[in-house]
């Protein structure tokens, strides 16, 4: 079990290196660079700037030294000093920026998950034991439903919603008094308050994939030989469900994990953007037009990092729930 | 005591139905039995005859949609109560009373029938918990027990191992001792040594007969073989489609049966039991013939280092039929596959001679000659379903070595035409998809597929494994009238005893990738030379209730060590 777990941590380094090298030449794929963004925005305020200062600045930045070298010094400060380099919009460190949102970003990804989880899955029970039935069709219409449904649009509704009709706060994390507050009972009941709606708004556009899943994975164990043989020991139908085609059908659901948190965290992304919630989401949008390259690209590192350690997570949970990948 | 106080269960004019868009399908039609305590009644009949229904109706754990329609299950108890199995809703609290406490199930298949990610102990130890509320380390110790009376070796580290770490007579034996869990007293066994070798089948069977004694409980045995029947029944039911054709005890099932199908029944078995008058007829090979194909030394190790062939010797005459037999792991499919070179084994020659006369290596051959030589070199697959595309047509199937040989219109059509009827298959059947036809038809279709390029052999690996005893030996007659008229050879493997006797001329045993013994059919059955044949041969269950002798088997004990 510990040699299989350190395996797939040793694969786990080759993965993180090709993302942190991807993500280093998507940000510089657009033509030119932070300078030139700053350039055309002084420009268009009608300001000018000398040819000299440019060239003076983007030789401070390191912008004038060829791509590679630009990685390397970006990636060797990561791995030896936890230096993420500098953010040239904001004129501080990476680290200093994202540390409080990423972790806010985590949270609302579990949160979401999570959510999901615990929606999808009696739903998915209940659509496969009652297949072709109306609670199947209505399940399966309102999933599919929300799945095409942008996530720009859902956010927008429910905020429109919630403040128009039930005159809630709508947009951020916490209420105006708590946002700088440090924590306590009041602040996380506040943020109860406010979290649980992006976390409905990002979930329900998982929610089809996985509904489908679980319908699709009981439905093959519900016809298994084994469930008969646990019927023939005299187990109510109810506890034999749960006890085991469920507990069967939910092994691949557990595998689902490596590829729904990272749509969770896309979605994250765009509906944090439209509810201006303080995770990484509006920062990594406003990094990018703003081509301030090391921010950007240390979201996108941090981001794919944590999908990473999430596909490790659900690898290790199958392996603990499934003695057959255990033992073999 | 009277005859009643005997009688546990009553099965009477018992209906099951399942609902289809035609109209109702009546599974079961009709059936009635009784079932003594210490007795063993078997039910025999072929696929789809209802006898699992009728099985799984009593406990009704029937698959939906079907449901029972008519009939009476009378449970007798000890104290005197009776009650109405049929009567009970399916899934309310009293079916589930009986269920696993009074009458108790075992299945076909052990595997899938057991739950792979539940540790058996805790599998056997479930129906403790529902039925009595037995708390956990009495359980245990209760498992242990049940464990030791299926003769698993180690219980204590057995209890908490995975259905997937044991082997499949192992497997059967678990399911035999979660059965036994509650003290039933009725053991339903559906099919139960099946999927298992001849030896574990006759171990299972012994097992099976020792608790039955100890306990004395009624089993209901299914089954579609009639040696196993011969071996353990009181008393025989024969069911063909949903309807009982016979009842009696199983003398008079063998020696005198009434009804014209137990008749037909009987006799397809009786057939397989000697060598096909066919065969009989035909003069012997010379003995100086030159070698078909002869193989030298051949092995092949799997890279998870198991040596599936070890060192493997045979040859081939032309027109002959040699026959590989041998238990499931023998190597004997591998091997198989190894002469069309669908493994690549490691060392040894695979000598082919074409039909010019010269001699070509199959194992070193390269890829043009290895075409030429797959054409003349063909194979049958066990799994009829499987090895047919479900999106062609029969025709195209037929077809398909033919076009790739560069045949086309209206020649390719007139020789599959001719190839389905050569195999006994109407030619106007040709755009019909293999889901049309039944299992033994499947079969025909591969075998036509096998001969289309008149090929010179052809490997035919447990090519009537899956077909009904009836259909059997009507396939192997035309394997072997097929043969006469082509001048085939066939390398036939089977880990079935009667069906080599039936149709080989030489037969070959395999054990653990090793040839043990190979010689003229006849000799090796009536008088095997190595031990672990004789222990093959003395583990295949006998179609002759007068001379039961699997419990007397002769055991080969170096195949224990493992």
Known sequence: MLRYIAKRMVFAIPTLFAVSIVAFIIIQLPPGDYLTTLMADWASQGGAVEAGTVAAMRERYGLDQPIYFQYYKWIAGILTRGDFGISFDFGKPVTELIWNRLGFSLLLSVLTLCFVWAIAIPIGILSAVRQYSISDYTATFLAFFFLAVPDFLMALSAMYVMSAWFGQSVGGLFSAEYVDAPWSLGKLIDFAQHVWLPVVVIGLGSLAALVRIMRANLLDELSKPYVTTARAKGMSEFELLLRYPVRLALNPLISTIGWILPAVISGEIIVSVVMSLPTTGPLLLRSLLAQDMYLAGSLILLISVLTIIGTLISDILLAITDPRIRLQ | ?562
């Open chain 2, 1 to 562: 005591m009277t005859m009643t106080n005997d009688t546990i269960l009553e099965v009477r004019d018992l209906k099951t139905v399942f609902p289809t868009r035609t109209g109702l399908f009546k599974a079961v039609d009709g059936v009635s039995f009784e079932l003594k305590r210490g007795k063993t009644l078997c039910v025999v009949g072929e696929s789809g005859s209802g006898k699992s229904v009728t099985a799984r109706s009593i406990l009704q754990i029937v698959d939906r949609p079907g449901r029972i329609e008519g009939g009476s299950v009378l449970l007798t108890r000890a104290d005197g109560s009776t009650t109405d199995l049929a009567k009970l809703e399916p899934r309310g609290r009293e079916i589930r009373d009986v269920r696993g406490k009074e009458i108790a199930m075992i299945f076909q298949e052990p595997m899938s029938s057991l739950s792979p990610v539940h540790r058996i102990g805790t599998q056997i130890g479930e129906s403790l918990r529902i039925h009595f509320g037995t708390p956990k380390h009495e359980q245990r110790e209760r498992v242990l027990e049940l464990l030791r009376q299926v003769e698993i070796a180690h219980p204590e580290t057995a209890i908490d191992r995975y259905t997937f770490e044991f082997s499949g007579g192992m497997r059967q034996r678990v399911m035999i001792a979660m059965a036994l869990a509650c003290n039933p007293s009725v053991l339903i066994a559906d099919e139960p040594t099946t999927a298992l070798d001849v030896t574990t089948q006759a171990e299972i069977l012994d097992l099976i007969k020792k608790l039955q004694q100890n306990h004395g409980m009624a089993v209901l045995f299914i089954t579609h073989d009639m040696g196993v029947v011969a071996e353990i029944a009181d008393e025989v039911l024969v069911m063909y489609r949903g309807k009982v054709m016979e009842r009696g005890p199983v003398e008079q099932i063998f020696h005198a049966p009434q009804d014209a199908y137990t008749h037909r029944l009987i006799d397809s078995v009786v057939r397989l039991e000697k060598k096909a008058e066919l065969r009989l007829a035909r003069p012997a090979i010379p003995a100086g013939t030159a070698p078909l194909l002869d193989v030298q030394n051949l092995s092949l190790t799997f890279p998870s280092g198991l040596k599936a062939v070890d060192d493997v010797s045979l040859t081939v005459r032309p027109g002959e039929t040699l026959g590989i037999v041998g238990e499931s792991g023998s190597g004997k499919t591998t091997m198989g596959r190894c002469l069309l070179r669908i493994y690549d084994p490691q060392a040894g020659t695979i000598n082919y001679r074409r039909p010019d006369g010269h001699m070509v290596d199959i194992r070193t051959a390269d890829k043009g000659a290895l075409k030429k030589i797959r054409s003349e070199v063909r194979m049958i697959f066990q799994d009829p379903v499987g090895s047919l595309s479900p999106r062609k047509t029969v025709g195209q199937i037929i077809a398909e070595p033919l076009k790739i040989a560069g045949m086309k219109g209206r020649e390719l059509n007139d020789r599959v035409a001719d190839l389905m009827q050569q195999v006994g298959l109407e030619p106007a059947w040709r755009e019909r998809y293999p889901h049309a036809f039944s299992g033994g038809q499947r079969q025909r279709i591969g075998l036509a597929r096998a001969i289309a390029l008149k090929p010179r052999l052809i490997v035919a690996d447990e090519a009537t494994s899956a077909l009904d005893v009836s259909l059997r030996s009507q396939m192997l007659d035309l394997m072997m009238k097929l043969q006469d008229e082509l001048g085939l050879s066939y390398v036939f493997i089977s880990h079935d005893m009667s069906v080599i006797r039936y149709m080989c001329d030489r037969v070959a045993v395999m054990y653990r990738g090793k040839i043990v013994e190979v010689g003229e059919t006849d000799q090796v059955v009536n008088d095997p030379a190595h031990d672990y044949t004789r222990a093959l041969l003395s583990a295949i269950p006998h179609p002759d209730p007068h001379n039961r002798r699997i419990h007397n088997r002769f055991r080969y004990e170096a195949g224990r060590t493992a």
